[in-house]
Structures are given as structure tokens and as C-alpha cells.
């Protein structure tokens, strides 16, 4: 009897593995291209040389920085030449390796100082790059490369990455700059899952150790109405709705000139401590009590660390006048607070619980705004608006000129503008521009730096 052939069912194919993002590593000649690309795959791929010209054609290799996996892609010098010159096809193989990345590490000579090629390929960068930029200030070991870093800045591509791609130095720095880049590349891509650093501070026995106790659901703090309790500053991990959160309880603060003990002095010390280490400070006050001339100083001190503030009005179940005393306090804080502009204020009661959700999710959107970069285009077309609306005064009959700007970091957001005359710029200008971006780009509590550059226009081209 014929037996047909036993088949079996064709294997289940295997998923394709996951893409790794891809880095192209651009600049001109003999900026050190090669010697990074060897860093980050760790081991000598690439041929290095002080001559210029080295590297033609583009290679890439897996390479890893930290936890961060990716393909990095080496490429030729950039170069003005005729299209069919080996100049310019090496040029299109790097203009097709950008044409495919992810990410691009624009790399300069920072001992060297910005070139005019530096700051072409910059202009052609910000006008044809479909891709995030991250400019690396090679060469910075030591002191002869801190001109040439400041100087990048000129270049328009954000803050410069001082590295030293031959000794290894500032690569935590660029770590730090690429990851939020690259698509699913690691955890570090995903702040928020990442503890949030939040510090409560107030003066004494406004119920900061009350509060914290009723978010942990236990008395972890010890509580009371003495005032003066809490000395140390103490950090408690916790999760809000799947989210780390670490807790900082501190001491009461009380006006200087009121301190007479020792052990209080240090206390205060350590709460300040605090506030320079947490990433958003939740400032409460007293709602039987109103707000203090003491609260403005504590907010006022937190802002000038750089770090965004929430106000909460605590012990809100018993307070009076709630209208009233919460009108009160945001008219208050908006006179107190000038250098910035509407921080969020909240009702709550650490005793009953009410408004605590509130508190914690006004908390992490304060730190996604501390965090949040803008980009450049998006500045420079606000900045125009803003000119053509409100230009600056021109004292003595000259005019200011304000050319470009651009995000210098975040945490806080700072901004360099760039332009001519600055020296003459008024601070009420200065600070109609800060309320400006603290308007358009929602970055309402958080303090904003905005940094003076006097330079040529970085889009103005060469003749």
C-alpha cells in the first residue's frame, strides 16, 4: 500500500531581529571622526592618521556606550568640492549615511577653535539634517580646548559635548546628550521611569512629615506638634501609580536671624542640601497661616538653584476664607516671584489625603517641563514673531540687534540669544523674553536662563 510521504509544517519563522539605531559621526578632516568611531566600538576598526583625508568611504560596526547599543557609521571629511571629484563622492557617501541614521554626532577640533568649513557644514546641517544633531567638541582633555567648547556654541546645534575620544574622557557627557535620541535604545531613553526626586520644604510644623506619611499610607516619619521635629533630611522610595518616586522630607525653615541653635543651623543646611539634589520641590504652607514673607524667601531660594517649584496649600480642611485666602496667595506669589511665572498652586490636606494625587502629578509634569528641550526652528521662528511684534529700544538712536537662538541645555532650560549690542539690552526686554518662552513653549514654574552672546549671525552666510 502506498503511503504518501510524511510532511511536517514549514518551521514558524523567526522574528527579525530588532533594528539597531543608527549614529553617523560627521565633521571635516582630522577632527578626530575616526578616533571616536574606534572608542565607541571599542577596538581599532578605523585607520587613524594626522593627515586629513584618511577615511573615504563610510564604515559602520556595532558599537555601545554604556547601556546605549547602536550602529555607528564613520565617514569621510566634510569637504567643499566639484560633485565628481573623489571630494565630492565621498561626500555623498556621508550625505547618504546621514540620509539613514538616527542620530548624527557633528564632531569639531575644540583645540582648534571653530573653522570656517565648522561653521558651513553647521548651516547645512541645521537647513537639510532630517535627524537630531548632537555637537562634540573633540580634543577638549585639559585646558586648551574650553575656548573652542564655548566657542561652539556660535554654531547653533545646542550645547557642545566636550569629549576626548582618544583618552576616553566625556563620554557620560555624550551618553547623556544621545540617549534621549535614539529610538528604544535603553532605559535611559524613559525619564519617567526614573525616580522623581521630589523635596518637600517649608517652614516648621506646616505638616510636610504629615503629608509624606499619609502618601506612604504608614507614620514612616515621626509627627507631632512640636515644631522642629524633622532635623535630617530624609529620602523614601515609593510608587505613585507604577511611577519611583523618592521622597525627601526636610526640616522646618525658620528665618536665619531667628536661629540660635546649632543643631538647627545644620538642620537648615540640610534641608538646602536637599534642594539642590531634588529634580521638583513641593514648597507648603500653612492655610491657617496664609503665606509668610519666609515662604517667598525658601520659594525664591529653590528657583535660584535652578529647580522647579510647586506651592501647595496644606491643612486645606480646615482653612477659611478658601476664596479668598487662595486669590490671596497666587496674587502673592506672582508679586513675590517675578523671575517666574505662574507656579502651580494646589490644596491639599496631608491629614484627610484630599488633593495629594494633584500634588504628585503637578510634581512630574513641573520635571517633564524642567527637562524639556525646544527645538532650534522653533525658537528662531518664535524669536522673529516676538521682533516683529516688540522690537528692542534703541538707545541713542541704535538699534539692538537680536539674531538667533538656541537651547543651551536643560535643567533648567537655558538659552543663549545671540546678537549685537547686548551690553545696551534692558532687563525688562530680558525679562519680557523669559516670560515669552515661559508662555509659548509651556514651561509655566520652571525657571528659565537666558544667556547674552555677542556674535555673527550663525545663519549668515560666507562670502
Same mark, same amino acid.
Given at each position: 500500500?502506498?503511503?504518501?510521504p510524511?510532511?511536517?509544517?514549514?518551521?514558524?519563522?523567526?522574528?527579525?531581529?530588532?533594528?539597531?539605531?543608527?549614529?553617523?559621526?560627521?565633521?571635516?578632516?582630522?577632527?578626530?571622526?575616526?578616533t571616536?568611531?574606534?572608542?565607541?566600538?571599542?577596538?581599532?576598526?578605523?585607520?587613524?592618521?594626522?593627515?586629513?583625508?584618511?577615511?573615504?568611504?563610510?564604515?559602520?560596526?556595532?558599537?555601545?556606550?554604556?547601556?546605549?547599543?547602536?550602529?555607528?557609521?564613520?565617514?569621510?571629511?566634510?569637504?567643499?568640492?566639484?560633485?565628481?571629484?573623489?571630494?565630492?563622492?565621498?561626500?555623498?557617501?556621508?550625505?547618504?549615511?546621514?540620509?539613514?541614521?538616527?542620530?548624527?554626532?557633528?564632531?569639531?577640533?575644540a583645540?582648534?577653535?571653530?573653522?570656517?568649513?565648522?561653521?558651513?557644514?553647521?548651516?547645512?546641517?541645521r537647513?537639510?539634517?532630517?535627524?537630531?544633531?548632537?555637537? +562634540?567638541?573633540?580634543?577638549?582633555?585639559?585646558?586648551?580646548g574650553?575656548?573652542? +567648547?564655548?566657542?561652539?556654541?556660535?554654531?547653533?546645534?545646542?550645547?557642545?559635548?566636550?569629549v576626548?575620544?582618544?583618552?576616553?574622557?566625556g563620554?557620560?557627557?555624550?551618553?547623556?546628550?544621545?540617549?534621549?535620541?535614539?529610538?528604544?535604545?535603553?532605559?535611559?531613553a524613559?525619564?519617567?521611569?526614573?525616580?522623581?526626586?521630589?523635596?518637600?520644604?517649608g517652614?516648621?510644623?506646616?505638616?510636610?512629615?504629615?503629608?509624606?506619611?499619609r502618601l506612604?499610607?504608614?507614620?514612616?516619619?515621626?509627627?507631632?506638634?512640636?515644631?522642629?521635629?524633622?532635623?535630617d533630611?530624609?529620602?523614601?522610595?515609593?510608587?505613585?501609580?507604577?511611577?519611583?518616586?523618592?521622597?525627601i522630607?526636610?526640616?522646618?525653615?525658620?528665618?536665619?536671624?531667628?536661629?540660635?541653635?546649632?543643631?538647627e543651623?545644620?538642620?537648615?543646611r540640610?534641608?538646602?542640601?536637599?534642594?539642590?539634589f531634588?529634580?521638583?520641590?513641593?514648597?507648603?504652607?500653612?492655610?491657617?497661616r496664609g503665606?509668610?514673607?519666609?515662604?517667598?524667601?525658601?520659594?525664591?531660594?529653590?528657583?535660584?538653584?535652578?529647580?522647579?517649584?510647586?506651592?501647595?496649600?496644606?491643612?486645606?480642611?480646615?482653612a477659611?476664607?478658601?476664596?479668598r485666602?487662595?486669590?490671596? +496667595?497666587?496674587e502673592?506669589?506672582?508679586?513675590?516671584?517675578a523671575?517666574?511665572?505662574?507656579?502651580?498652586?494646589?490644596?491639599?490636606?496631608?491629614?484627610?489625603?484630599?488633593?495629594?494625587d494633584?500634588?504628585?502629578?503637578?510634581?512630574?509634569?513641573q520635571?517633564?517641563?524642567?527637562?524639556?528641550?525646544?527645538?532650534?526652528?522653533?525658537?528662531?521662528?518664535?524669536?522673529?514673531a516676538?521682533?516683529a511684534?516688540?522690537?528692542?529700544?534703541?538707545?541713542g538712536?541704535?538699534?539692538?540687534?537680536?539674531?538667533?537662538?538656541?537651547?543651551?541645555?536643560?535643567?533648567?532650560?537655558?538659552?543663549?540669544?545671540?546678537?549685537?549690542?547686548?551690553?545696551d539690552?534692558?532687563?525688562?526686554?530680558?525679562?519680557?523674553?523669559?516670560?515669552?518662552?515661559?508662555?509659548?513653549?509651556?514651561?509655566?514654574?520652571?525657571?528659565?536662563?537666558?544667556?547674552?552672546?555677542?556674535?555673527?549671525?550663525?545663519?549668515?552666510?560666507?562670502?
Open positions: 500500500m502506498h503511503q504518501a510524511l510532511t511536517a509544517d514549514p518551521p514558524a519563522a523567526a522574528p527579525p531581529p530588532a533594528r539597531r539605531p543608527r549614529v553617523v559621526i560627521l565633521g571635516r578632516p582630522n577632527v578626530g571622526k575616526s571616536l568611531f574606534n572608542r565607541l566600538v571599542g577596538r581599532r576598526l578605523a585607520l587613524v592618521d594626522d593627515r586629513p583625508g584618511v577615511t573615504r568611504d563610510r564604515r559602520e560596526a556595532d558599537a555601545r556606550l554604556f547601556d546605549l547599543k547602536f550602529v555607528a557609521v564613520d565617514t569621510a571629511g566634510l569637504e567643499e568640492a566639484e560633485a565628481e571629484s573623489l571630494q565630492g563622492r565621498m561626500r555623498r557617501q556621508t550625505e547618504a549615511a546621514l540620509a539613514t541614521a538616527d542620530a548624527a554626532l557633528f564632531v569639531i577640533d583645540r582648534l577653535g571653530l573653522t570656517e568649513a565648522d561653521r558651513h557644514f553647521a548651516r547645512w546641517l537647513q537639510e539634517a532630517r535627524v537630531p544633531v548632537v555637537l +562634540v567638541a573633540n580634543k577638549a582633555e585639559g585646558q586648551a574650553r575656548p573652542g +567648547v564655548l566657542e561652539a556654541f556660535e554654531l547653533g546645534l545646542g550645547e557642545p559635548v566636550a576626548s575620544a582618544a583618552h576616553g574622557e563620554l557620560a557627557d555624550l551618553h547623556a546628550a544621545l540617549a534621549p535620541l535614539l529610538p528604544s535604545a535603553s532605559p535611559a524613559e525619564p519617567d521611569q526614573k525616580p522623581l526626586q521630589l523635596a518637600i520644604v517652614r516648621p510644623n506646616v505638616g510636610k512629615s504629615t503629608l509624606i506619611n506612604l499610607g504608614e507614620d514612616r516619619l515621626l509627627t507631632g506638634p512640636e515644631a522642629g521635629i524633622t532635623r533630611a530624609i529620602r523614601v522610595p515609593w510608587q505613585f501609580r507604577g511611577r519611583p518616586v523618592h521622597l522630607d526636610t526640616a522646618g525653615q525658620r528665618r536665619r536671624g531667628r536661629i540660635d541653635d546649632p543643631l543651623e545644620l538642620a537648615v540640610d534641608a538646602q542640601r536637599a534642594i539642590d531634588a529634580e521638583v520641590v513641593a514648597l507648603l504652607l500653612d492655610s491657617t503665606l509668610e514673607a519666609q515662604d517667598l524667601r525658601i520659594a525664591a531660594r529653590v528657583l535660584d538653584e535652578g529647580r522647579p517649584l510647586v506651592v501647595v496649600l496644606n491643612k486645606w480642611d480646615v477659611e476664607e478658601r476664596s485666602l487662595f486669590n490671596g +496667595v497666587r502673592a506669589l506672582a508679586r513675590g516671584l523671575q517666574v511665572k505662574d507656579v502651580p498652586l494646589l490644596t491639599a490636606s496631608g491629614l484627610t489625603g484630599r488633593g495629594l494633584a500634588v504628585i502629578e503637578a510634581a512630574f509634569a520635571r517633564e517641563r524642567w527637562s524639556r528641550r525646544v527645538p532650534t526652528a522653533r525658537l528662531n521662528r518664535w524669536l522673529e516676538v521682533l511684534r516688540h522690537p528692542p529700544p534703541a538707545p538712536g541704535r538699534r539692538i540687534r537680536l539674531r538667533y537662538i538656541t537651547q543651551a541645555r536643560t535643567r533648567p532650560p537655558t538659552f543663549a540669544l545671540f546678537g549685537s549690542r547686548l551690553d539690552l534692558p532687563g525688562s526686554y530680558v525679562r519680557f523674553l523669559i516670560n515669552g518662552l515661559s508662555g509659548e513653549f509651556d514651561l509655566a514654574g520652571v525657571p528659565i536662563r537666558l544667556h547674552l552672546r555677542r556674535t555673527a549671525n550663525p545663519f549668515e552666510r560666507s562670502p
